[in-house]
């Protein structure tokens, strides 16, 4: 099949799961996990090959693609959108490690990965590779996968400080039970921790290679139409969680809005009330406003992708303030309709409750919070540098 084929037999098994991905919610949030059934769901409906490449019998698929498949995920939860987009981002980043170690990691095509991005691991050098000691906190998705890709610090000879990212299986690994949140408990993003594990050279690659997709020894280079850079790439999937969770509690609110009373008034519909109506069109303008945003960055990654090049300073800074801004339309979008939600609202069995928690929460993340991301665009704006070599 086509890439547009593909893409569009995986949206539609997505979206025929949704309603049971809401259902199993609750249990997800008791369980501070996503269950076992919503991962068999996303695996048969093929969400794990959307960013595998298909020599290794992946799909293969555009980032817009990607985009859309992930938020319907998150349409259906917040949480398992959130695991998804984390599994599925950190899979392309695979794809710029060495063909030796792309052909052990994509060996599953339906492959999970997890990821610790934050330095706080050191290696040494040794024969045949490095030791790895370390541990990662907020490692989304580390209880289903199959591997993790991790952050670390090298300390040459010269004391020269090195930062590689390195990958290993998660069997590997520990996991701590460590994660008691009120927002996103289902993402299960606890810690990580390596005690001495030896990782082949072949699975470790430079942090700043990658940032701009210079790794080498690999056969995927140059102008494949998938080379978009890794820190455009995360936070253009990163912002699907939050337009897909924007787009539930939307759609959520609106199906139940009609014929309710609002206690202690003579309003007998709330559909009716001029504050509810002002709410749902502020709400649906933001949604709308943050899928735009997000598909000028895309088109522009695509774009730049196919020629075989990276967007410029300007252009990086600019989509990470696009993105900030995406992702705070998104979550202004579901405190809206919060705003004008009765006190069922809250109640643990609504769907709703969890969808907004979710977002406020994944909203505090220090690589996808808009303030950041929106002092960085506002610096190139005003033509100073972006302060960051997070681009």
Same mark, same amino acid.
């Given at each position: 099949?086509?890439?547009?084929?593909?893409?569009?037999?995986?949206?539609?098994?997505?979206? !025929?799961?949704?309603?049971?991905?809401?259902?199993?919610?609750?249990?997800?949030? !008791?369980?501070?996990?996503?269950?076992?059934?919503?991962?068999?769901?996303?695996?048969?409906?093929?969400?794990?090959?959307?960013?595998?490449?298909?020599?290794?019998?992946?799909?293969?698929?555009?980032?817009?693609?990607?985009? /859309?498949?992930?938020?319907?995920?998150?349409?259906?939860?917040?949480?398992?959108?959130? @695991?998804? &987009?984390?599994?599925?981002?950190?899979?392309? $980043?695979?794809?710029?490690?060495?063909?030796?170690?792309?052909?052990?990691?994509?060996?599953?095509?339906?492959?999970?990965?997890?990821?610790?991005?934050?330095?706080?691991?050191?290696?040494?050098?040794?024969?045949?590779?490095?030791?790895?000691?370390?541990?990662?906190?907020?490692?989304?998705?580390?209880?289903?996968?199959?591997?993790?890709? $991790?952050?670390?610090?090298?300390?040459?000879?010269?004391?020269?400080?090195?930062?590689?990212?390195?990958?290993?299986? &998660?069997?590997?690994?520990?996991?701590?039970?460590?994660?008691?949140?009120?927002?996103?408990?289902?993402?299960?993003?606890?810690?990580?921790?390596?005690?001495?594990?030896?990782?082949?050279?072949?699975?470790?690659?430079?942090?700043? !290679?990658? $940032?701009?997709?210079?790794?080498?020894?690999?056969?995927?280079?140059?102008?494949?139409?998938?080379?978009?850079?890794?820190?455009?790439?995360?936070?253009?999937?990163?912002?699907?969680?939050? @337009?897909?969770?924007?787009?539930?509690?939307?759609?959520?609110?609106?199906?139940?809005?009609?014929?309710?009373?609002?206690?202690?008034?003579?309003?007998?519909?709330?559909?009716?009330?001029?504050?509810?109506?002002?709410?749902?069109?502020?709400?649906?303008?933001?949604?709308?406003?943050? /899928?735009?945003? @997000?598909?000028?960055?895309?088109? $522009?990654?695509?774009?730049?992708?196919?020629?075989?090049?990276?967007?410029?300073?300007? /252009?990086?800074?600019?989509?990470?303030?696009?993105?900030?801004?995406?992702?705070?339309?998104?979550?202004?979008?579901?405190?809206?309709?919060?705003?004008?939600?009765?006190?069922?609202?809250?109640?643990?069995?609504?769907?709703?409750?969890?969808?907004?928690?979710?977002?406020?929460?994944?909203?505090?993340?220090? &690589?996808?919070?808009?303030?950041?991301?929106? /002092?960085?665009?506002?610096?190139?704006?005003?033509?100073?540098?972006?302060?960051?070599?997070?681009?």
């Amino acid at each position: 099949m086509t890439n547009d084929q593909d893409a569009a037999a995986v949206l539609k098994a997505v979206r !025929d799961i949704v309603p049971r991905l809401r259902e199993n919610g609750h249990k997800a949030e !008791d369980a501070r996990w996503i269950p076992d059934e919503n991962v068999e769901l996303l695996d048969k409906a093929g969400v794990f090959q959307i960013a595998t490449p298909r020599r290794f019998g992946g799909l293969d698929l555009p980032l817009a693609d990607q985009f /859309e498949i992930l938020a319907e995920v998150a349409r259906g939860c917040g949480s398992t959108g959130w @695991v998804a &987009m984390a599994w599925v981002s950190t899979a392309w $980043l695979a794809t710029q490690y060495p063909d030796k170690a792309q052909e052990e990691i994509f060996a599953e095509p339906s492959v999970r990965i997890s990821g610790g991005f934050s330095p706080t691991g050191t290696v040494e050098r040794t024969e045949g590779g490095y030791n790895l000691n370390g541990t990662w906190r907020f490692n989304s998705g580390c209880r289903g996968a199959h591997w993790d890709l $991790l952050g670390v610090t090298l300390e040459e000879s010269d004391g020269e400080h090195k930062e590689l990212y390195v990958i290993v299986p &998660m069997s590997e690994l520990s996991i701590a039970d460590d994660w008691h949140v009120s927002a996103a408990a289902a993402t299960g993003s606890s810690s990580t921790t390596a005690n001495d594990v030896f990782v082949p050279a072949h699975r470790v690659i430079d942090a700043g !290679d990658a $940032l701009f997709g210079l790794t080498g020894d690999r056969s995927n280079t140059g102008a494949t139409g998938r080379n978009y850079g890794l820190i455009g790439f995360v936070m253009t999937e990163s912002v699907a969680s939050y @337009v897909g969770m924007a787009r539930a509690a939307y759609e959520l609110f609106v199906s139940k809005v009609g014929g309710k009373p609002i206690a202690y008034t003579p309003w007998e519909d709330q559909s009716e009330h001029p504050l509810t109506q002002l709410k749902v069109a502020l709400a649906a303008n933001k949604i709308a406003a943050a /899928e735009a945003l @997000v598909a000028r960055w895309i088109t $522009l990654l695509q774009q730049r992708a196919d020629a075989g090049e990276q967007p410029t300073v300007e /252009e990086k800074a600019t989509g990470r303030g696009q993105c900030g801004y995406a992702i705070q339309l998104a979550k202004e979008a579901v405190e809206e309709l919060q705003s004008v939600s009765s006190g069922s609202a809250i109640m643990r069995n609504s769907p709703f409750q969890r969808f907004f928690r979710d977002i406020e929460g994944l909203a505090l993340h220090g &690589m996808m919070t808009p303030n950041s991301n929106l /002092e960085v665009h506002g610096r190139v704006e005003l033509g100073l540098d972006p302060n960051t070599y997070l681009l």
